[in-house]
């Protein structure tokens, strides 16, 4: 079922779920469970290991039956229009559902021939994705032979063979290595400029950060926390700033007129000055006064609050294990001047 581009634009609803619950006896895996994904738009949903994220897709996607609540895809029923859903919706799990015996021309070929593409179609469809995802030079091998990033890029393509305009993503970089990781986020990025809506699970809190255009935090169940990652970051503190003088001996004056200036209280810490950053428009009078003092500045930067620190203090834990996340982000982000 094709969507017209009309119908694919911000004002219409991707998935919008209600009170979404699901429970596998004593353990409520989702917990009334609310979702609005404007489309397309890169959706992020995170969370610690067992928050509920990958329950909450496999009902959305028509997999798993809510136990209670409600969710439509483009405004279609997700229980009582399963059929229609279905058509709208292309979905990559956590594990590649390829097969490993055969190639990738032949794996594609025969997603194609399931979907109903004729023969001379399904040819041209696996060509077409094998070029797009960078596997043509490997289409004839055995995916024995395959690394992890060429066989999740594979089982993309594989999602992407009916060029649905709703596309799940659970946690589809998972054991990537970073450039690989790279790679299919320009992937995924390409596929939102093309039309497409993206909801995607991940434990990556850089991942996150670069493609999410809307963020909900799941923890137990339960969306503790919605809204774009500015907003969510926000929500955790002010940004900071934090400052090195060219001369040591001028760190107490500095901190003077940092008070007096910006009416706070600057700390120290190895020769670096922090001073929380309440209102962007005092800097420059900041800025002023230190020159006209004669201090120097070997060094200024404004940081902002990370989505680590937004897990931290909503979460009270991080998401997955850390150090998952230790290569891929720095314990701040920093804006240097």
């Known amino acids: 079922m094709e969507l017209t581009f009309s119908e694919r634009n911000s004002e219409v ?11 596998f006896g004593q353990n409520r895996a989702v917990d009334g469970v ?11 949903v995170l969370g610690p290991n067992g928050a509920g994220k990958t329950t909450t897709i496999n009902m959305l996607a028509t997999l798993l039956r809510p136990d209670g609540g409600s969710a439509k895809i483009f405004g279609h029923d997700v229980v009582k229009e399963s059929q229609i859903v279905r058509q709208l919706i292309g979905v990559t799990g956590q594990y590649a559902s390829v097969d490993e015996s055969l190639s990738a021309t032949e ?3 025969i997603f194609s021939r399931l979907l109903g593409l004729s023969r001379a179609e399904a040819r041209n469809k696996t060509e077409e994705l094998l070029d797009e995802f960078g596997l043509t030079e490997a289409a004839k091998r055995p995916l024995k032979n395959f690394s992890g990033g060429m066989r999740r890029r594979l089982d993309l393509a594989a999602s992407l063979i009916a060029q649905p305009p709703l596309i799940f993503l659970d946690e589809p970089t998972t054991g990537l290595d970073p ?17 497409s809506t993206i ?4 434990q990556y809190l850089e991942e996150a950060d670069q ?3 809307r963020v909900a935090v799941i923890d137990r169940g339960r969306v503790v926390a919605e809204g774009t990652v500015d907003e969510l970051k926000a929500s955790v503190g002010t940004s900071s700033l934090q400052l090195i003088v060219s001369h040591p001996q001028d760190i107490e004056a500095a901190c003077r007129i940092i008070e007096l200036v910006l009416k706070v209280r600057p700390t120290v810490t190895s020769g670096k000055i922090t001073a929380p950053m309440t209102n962007a428009d005092l800097v420059t009078d900041l ?3 230190l020159r006209e003092a004669g201090i120097h ?3 200024m930067s404004v940081q902002k609050p990370t989505l680590d620190e937004v897990f931290l203090t909503i979460t009270g834990q991080g998401v997955g294990d850390t150090s998952q996340l230790s290569d891929e982000s720095n314990s701040r982000q920093e804006v240097r001047v």
């Open 107 to 109: 794996n594609l070929m």
């Open 34 to 44: 609310n979702l609005s994904v404007p489309a397309g738009t890169i959706y992020g």
């Open 199 to 202: 909801l995607l699970t991940t």
């Open 211 to 213: 493609l999410a255009d």
């Open 13 to 23: 609803l991707a998935v919008e779920a209600h009170g979404l619950f699901k429970a």
């Open 287 to 289: 800025l002023i006064s």
């Open 179 to 195: 450039r690989t990781r790279s790679q299919m986020w320009d992937t995924i990025r390409r596929l939102v400029n093309t039309g």
């Open 297 to 299: 500045l070997a060094e």
